[in-house]
Protein backbone atom coordinates (compact mmCIF):
# COMPACT_ATOMS: atom_id res chain seq x y z
CA UNK A 1 0.00 0.00 0.00
CA UNK A 2 2.50 2.23 0.80
CA UNK A 3 4.28 2.10 -2.84
CA UNK A 4 0.86 2.88 -4.02
CA UNK A 5 0.03 6.32 -2.12
CA UNK A 6 3.81 7.53 -2.34
CA UNK A 7 3.55 8.19 -6.31
CA UNK A 8 0.12 9.33 -5.33
CA UNK A 9 1.02 12.01 -2.90
CA UNK A 10 4.53 13.04 -4.94
CA UNK A 11 1.98 13.46 -8.31
CA UNK A 12 -0.25 15.75 -6.18
CA UNK A 13 3.05 17.84 -4.86
CA UNK A 14 4.03 18.12 -8.80
CA UNK A 15 0.30 19.23 -9.78
CA UNK A 16 0.52 21.60 -7.07
CA UNK A 17 3.99 22.77 -8.24
CA UNK A 18 2.88 23.41 -11.28
CA UNK A 19 -0.40 24.97 -11.00
CA UNK A 20 0.86 27.47 -8.79
CA UNK A 21 3.88 28.42 -10.68
CA UNK A 22 1.10 28.40 -14.01
CA UNK A 23 -1.04 30.94 -11.65
CA UNK A 24 2.39 32.94 -11.20
CA UNK A 25 3.04 33.35 -14.75
CA UNK A 26 -0.26 34.25 -15.61
CA UNK A 27 -0.64 37.04 -12.77
CA UNK A 28 2.90 38.12 -14.01
CA UNK A 29 1.59 38.64 -17.51
CA UNK A 30 -1.02 40.05 -16.66
CA UNK A 31 0.36 42.70 -15.20
CA UNK A 32 2.62 43.60 -17.77
CA UNK A 33 2.06 45.77 -20.89
CA UNK A 34 -1.15 47.45 -21.66
CA UNK A 35 -4.51 46.96 -24.37
CA UNK A 36 -5.85 49.00 -25.75
CA UNK A 37 -9.88 50.44 -25.54
CA UNK A 38 -11.68 51.90 -27.50
CA UNK A 39 -15.70 53.75 -26.79
CA UNK A 40 -17.62 55.37 -29.61
CA UNK A 41 -20.65 58.09 -28.77
CA UNK A 42 -23.10 60.39 -31.06
CA UNK A 43 -23.97 63.99 -29.55
CA UNK A 44 -24.98 65.95 -31.57
CA UNK A 45 -23.35 69.34 -29.99
CA UNK A 46 -20.16 68.63 -31.44
CA UNK A 47 -19.46 71.33 -34.23
CA UNK A 48 -17.36 68.95 -35.52
CA UNK A 49 -18.32 65.93 -37.37
CA UNK A 50 -15.85 64.04 -35.31
CA UNK A 51 -13.69 64.28 -32.63
CA UNK A 52 -11.41 61.82 -31.34
CA UNK A 53 -9.58 61.73 -27.89
CA UNK A 54 -7.19 59.35 -25.66
CA UNK A 55 -7.90 59.09 -22.26
CA UNK A 56 -4.53 57.97 -19.52
CA UNK A 57 -4.78 57.91 -16.21
CA UNK A 58 -2.73 56.40 -13.17
CA UNK A 59 0.09 56.41 -15.13
CA UNK A 60 2.17 56.71 -12.18
CA UNK A 61 5.09 57.14 -13.53
CA UNK A 62 5.28 53.90 -15.47
CA UNK A 63 6.95 52.85 -18.35
CA UNK A 64 5.81 50.46 -21.02
CA UNK A 65 8.53 50.04 -23.30
CA UNK A 66 11.60 52.22 -23.40
CA UNK A 67 10.80 55.36 -22.99
CA UNK A 68 6.67 54.69 -22.73
CA UNK A 69 7.53 54.24 -26.37
CA UNK A 70 4.79 51.24 -26.83
CA UNK A 71 2.22 53.84 -25.42
CA UNK A 72 3.65 56.63 -27.71
CA UNK A 73 3.42 54.26 -30.60
CA UNK A 74 -0.15 53.44 -29.97
CA UNK A 75 -1.18 56.84 -29.21
CA UNK A 76 0.27 57.64 -32.96
CA UNK A 77 -1.38 54.98 -34.62
CA UNK A 78 -5.07 56.52 -33.60
CA UNK A 79 -3.89 59.73 -34.16
CA UNK A 80 -6.24 61.94 -31.90
CA UNK A 81 -6.83 65.63 -31.65
CA UNK A 82 -6.11 65.56 -27.87
CA UNK A 83 -4.77 63.46 -25.08
CA UNK A 84 -6.77 63.73 -21.60
CA UNK A 85 -4.82 62.99 -18.21
CA UNK A 86 -7.66 62.23 -15.47
CA UNK A 87 -4.90 62.09 -13.08
CA UNK A 88 -2.56 60.38 -10.92
CA UNK A 89 0.36 60.65 -13.82
CA UNK A 90 2.90 60.03 -10.78
CA UNK A 91 2.89 58.90 -7.24
CA UNK A 92 3.43 60.65 -3.92
CA UNK A 93 4.30 57.28 -1.62
CA UNK A 94 4.17 57.46 2.08
CA UNK A 95 8.11 58.07 2.46
CA UNK A 96 9.13 61.53 1.64
CA UNK A 97 10.80 60.63 -2.01
CA UNK A 98 9.20 61.67 -5.08
CA UNK A 99 10.21 60.51 -9.07
CA UNK A 100 8.85 62.30 -11.81
CA UNK A 101 11.58 61.62 -14.53
CA UNK A 102 9.46 58.73 -16.72
CA UNK A 103 5.87 60.72 -16.82
CA UNK A 104 7.85 63.82 -17.93
CA UNK A 105 9.44 62.37 -20.76
CA UNK A 106 6.14 60.63 -21.87
CA UNK A 107 4.61 63.84 -21.55
CA UNK A 108 7.00 65.85 -23.18
CA UNK A 109 6.94 63.90 -26.28
CA UNK A 110 2.97 63.94 -26.14
CA UNK A 111 2.86 67.98 -25.92
CA UNK A 112 5.02 68.03 -29.04
CA UNK A 113 2.42 65.95 -31.42
CA UNK A 114 -0.99 66.94 -29.52
CA UNK A 115 -2.93 69.11 -26.98
CA UNK A 116 -3.35 68.03 -23.83
CA UNK A 117 -5.50 68.25 -21.08
CA UNK A 118 -4.31 67.22 -17.15
CA UNK A 119 -6.56 66.88 -14.76
CA UNK A 120 -5.14 66.11 -10.89
CA UNK A 121 -5.76 63.25 -8.85
CA UNK A 122 -5.15 62.43 -5.57
CA UNK A 123 -1.38 61.70 -5.49
CA UNK A 124 -0.35 65.65 -7.31
CA UNK A 125 -3.01 66.73 -4.61
CA UNK A 126 -1.06 65.10 -1.94
CA UNK A 127 1.99 66.72 -3.33
CA UNK A 128 0.34 70.03 -2.94
CA UNK A 129 -1.06 69.39 0.67
CA UNK A 130 1.82 67.90 2.50
CA UNK A 131 4.95 70.68 1.48
CA UNK A 132 6.74 69.51 4.55
CA UNK A 133 7.21 66.16 2.97
CA UNK A 134 7.81 67.01 -0.13
CA UNK A 135 9.75 70.35 -0.29
CA UNK A 136 9.03 72.38 -3.18
CA UNK A 137 7.87 69.59 -5.56
CA UNK A 138 4.86 70.30 -6.17
CA UNK A 139 5.85 73.83 -7.78
CA UNK A 140 8.88 72.19 -9.57
CA UNK A 141 6.16 70.32 -11.09
CA UNK A 142 3.70 72.49 -12.40
CA UNK A 143 6.62 74.71 -13.93
CA UNK A 144 7.72 71.88 -15.78
CA UNK A 145 4.28 71.05 -16.69
CA UNK A 146 3.98 74.22 -17.98
CA UNK A 147 7.04 74.53 -19.74
CA UNK A 148 5.85 71.70 -22.11
CA UNK A 149 2.87 73.77 -23.01
CA UNK A 150 0.06 71.67 -21.89
CA UNK A 151 -2.58 72.48 -19.73
CA UNK A 152 -2.97 71.77 -15.98
CA UNK A 153 -6.48 72.18 -15.22
CA UNK A 154 -7.21 72.63 -11.43
CA UNK A 155 -10.88 73.84 -11.26
CA UNK A 156 -10.92 75.50 -14.08
CA UNK A 157 -12.22 75.51 -17.64
CA UNK A 158 -10.59 75.29 -21.15
CA UNK A 159 -12.44 75.86 -24.17
CA UNK A 160 -11.88 73.65 -27.81
CA UNK A 161 -13.73 76.59 -29.69
CA UNK A 162 -13.68 74.23 -33.47
CA UNK A 163 -14.92 71.33 -31.70
CA UNK A 164 -17.33 72.86 -29.22
CA UNK A 165 -15.95 71.18 -26.63
CA UNK A 166 -15.44 72.79 -22.97
CA UNK A 167 -12.77 70.39 -20.83
CA UNK A 168 -12.84 70.98 -17.43
CA UNK A 169 -10.46 69.99 -14.44
CA UNK A 170 -11.76 68.92 -11.06
CA UNK A 171 -9.67 68.97 -8.08
CA UNK A 172 -11.12 67.39 -5.10
CA UNK A 173 -10.10 67.68 -1.45
CA UNK A 174 -8.49 65.12 0.41
CA UNK A 175 -11.25 64.58 2.52
CA UNK A 176 -13.12 62.91 -0.41
CA UNK A 177 -10.11 60.14 -1.03
CA UNK A 178 -10.18 59.17 2.45
CA UNK A 179 -10.35 55.43 3.14
CA UNK A 180 -13.06 53.24 4.56
CA UNK A 181 -15.27 56.33 4.92
CA UNK A 182 -17.12 57.79 1.81
CA UNK A 183 -17.71 61.35 2.31
CA UNK A 184 -19.63 62.87 -0.70
CA UNK A 185 -19.56 66.33 -1.99
CA UNK A 186 -22.49 68.83 -1.35
CA UNK A 187 -25.09 68.71 -4.59
CA UNK A 188 -23.58 72.20 -5.14
CA UNK A 189 -20.35 71.21 -5.24
CA UNK A 190 -19.53 71.29 -8.75
CA UNK A 191 -21.04 74.48 -9.39
CA UNK A 192 -19.12 76.58 -6.54
CA UNK A 193 -15.92 74.70 -8.38
CA UNK A 194 -16.81 75.45 -12.02
CA UNK A 195 -19.78 77.17 -12.41
CA UNK A 196 -22.40 76.19 -14.76
CA UNK A 197 -21.69 74.52 -18.30
CA UNK A 198 -23.05 75.87 -21.29
CA UNK A 199 -25.70 72.91 -21.93
CA UNK A 200 -25.10 73.68 -25.77
CA UNK A 201 -21.63 72.57 -25.66
CA UNK A 202 -19.88 69.23 -25.67
CA UNK A 203 -18.46 69.31 -21.74
CA UNK A 204 -15.96 67.11 -20.33
CA UNK A 205 -15.04 66.82 -16.55
CA UNK A 206 -11.30 65.49 -15.84
CA UNK A 207 -12.56 63.99 -12.21
CA UNK A 208 -10.35 61.45 -10.91
CA UNK A 209 -12.50 59.98 -8.27
CA UNK A 210 -15.17 57.78 -9.83
CA UNK A 211 -16.99 57.04 -6.62
CA UNK A 212 -18.58 60.87 -6.46
CA UNK A 213 -20.12 60.23 -10.13
CA UNK A 214 -23.89 60.49 -8.94
CA UNK A 215 -22.72 63.39 -7.42
CA UNK A 216 -20.87 64.74 -10.47
CA UNK A 217 -24.01 63.75 -12.70
CA UNK A 218 -26.30 66.75 -10.84
CA UNK A 219 -24.09 69.16 -12.91
CA UNK A 220 -24.86 67.18 -16.20
CA UNK A 221 -21.70 66.91 -18.20
CA UNK A 222 -21.78 64.80 -21.02
CA UNK A 223 -19.05 63.00 -20.00
CA UNK A 224 -17.03 62.03 -16.74
CA UNK A 225 -13.34 61.08 -17.02
CA UNK A 226 -12.18 59.11 -14.11
CA UNK A 227 -9.28 56.43 -13.01
CA UNK A 228 -8.75 55.83 -9.22
CA UNK A 229 -9.66 52.23 -8.91
CA UNK A 230 -7.40 50.44 -10.72
CA UNK A 231 -10.42 48.05 -12.04
CA UNK A 232 -10.52 47.02 -8.34
CA UNK A 233 -6.99 44.99 -8.94
CA UNK A 234 -8.88 42.03 -9.39
CA UNK A 235 -11.59 41.49 -11.39
CA UNK A 236 -13.96 38.75 -11.20
CA UNK A 237 -16.59 38.10 -13.48
CA UNK A 238 -19.41 38.92 -13.17
CA UNK A 239 -18.92 40.43 -9.82
CA UNK A 240 -15.97 43.32 -11.26
CA UNK A 241 -13.38 44.65 -9.41
CA UNK A 242 -12.75 43.43 -6.17
CA UNK A 243 -11.18 46.41 -4.07
CA UNK A 244 -10.95 50.04 -4.08
CA UNK A 245 -8.31 52.22 -2.54
CA UNK A 246 -10.96 53.34 -0.09
CA UNK A 247 -10.32 49.59 0.64
CA UNK A 248 -14.26 48.72 -0.09
CA UNK A 249 -15.01 45.30 -1.47
CA UNK A 250 -16.34 45.38 -5.15
CA UNK A 251 -16.98 49.15 -5.48
CA UNK A 252 -19.81 50.04 -7.86
CA UNK A 253 -17.98 51.77 -10.09
CA UNK A 254 -14.75 49.57 -11.43
CA UNK A 255 -14.12 50.02 -14.81
CA UNK A 256 -16.00 50.67 -18.30
CA UNK A 257 -18.90 52.86 -19.09
CA UNK A 258 -21.71 53.82 -16.97
CA UNK A 259 -24.83 56.35 -17.20
CA UNK A 260 -26.44 58.46 -15.25
CA UNK A 261 -29.30 60.67 -16.16
CA UNK A 262 -28.00 62.78 -18.43
CA UNK A 263 -24.09 62.02 -18.16
CA UNK A 264 -21.65 58.97 -19.22
CA UNK A 265 -18.93 58.21 -16.78
CA UNK A 266 -15.79 56.68 -18.93
CA UNK A 267 -13.50 55.13 -16.10
CA UNK A 268 -9.76 53.65 -16.88
CA UNK A 269 -8.60 50.75 -15.56
CA UNK A 270 -5.01 52.64 -15.01
CA UNK A 271 -2.03 52.70 -17.38
CA UNK A 272 0.50 51.83 -14.50
CA UNK A 273 0.30 50.22 -10.52
CA UNK A 274 1.59 51.55 -7.24
CA UNK A 275 1.63 50.24 -3.93
CA UNK A 276 0.30 46.22 -4.85
CA UNK A 277 1.97 46.13 -8.83
CA UNK A 278 -0.88 43.29 -9.09
CA UNK A 279 -4.02 42.99 -12.04
CA UNK A 280 -5.44 40.06 -12.51
CA UNK A 281 -7.97 39.77 -15.34
CA UNK A 282 -7.69 43.50 -14.89
CA UNK A 283 -5.10 44.78 -17.74
CA UNK A 284 -3.99 48.03 -17.58
CA UNK A 285 -5.56 50.31 -20.82
CA UNK A 286 -5.22 53.02 -22.88
CA UNK A 287 -8.52 54.76 -24.20
CA UNK A 288 -9.55 55.64 -27.12
CA UNK A 289 -13.09 58.08 -27.45
CA UNK A 290 -14.33 58.75 -30.94
CA UNK A 291 -17.73 61.49 -30.69
CA UNK A 292 -19.65 61.85 -34.22
CA UNK A 293 -22.01 64.59 -34.70
CA UNK A 294 -24.16 62.42 -36.25
CA UNK A 295 -24.56 58.70 -37.30
CA UNK A 296 -22.22 57.62 -40.13
Do not use: T
Given at each position: MQDIIAPVQTAYVVGGLILILMI?????????????VRYTFIN???????????????????????????????IDEVKPDAVFLAGDMITSSMEPKFEEDNVLKFLSAVSLKYPVYYGIGNHEEKLRRC????PGVYDHYCKELN??????????????????IDVYGLDLEHEYYRKLKTKWIPNDYLEKKLGKNDRNRVSILLAHNPE?????????????????????????????????????????????????????????????THSIPVRVLNKAELIVVDIHKEVS
Open positions: IVFVYFESKGFRVEKLKKSSYRFVMISDMHNCVHGHDNKEVLDAPESFKLGLRLLINEKVSIEDAGQFDKYALWKPDYVLSGHVHGGIVNIPPFGGVISPQLKLFPKYDAGLFYKDDSVMILSRGLG
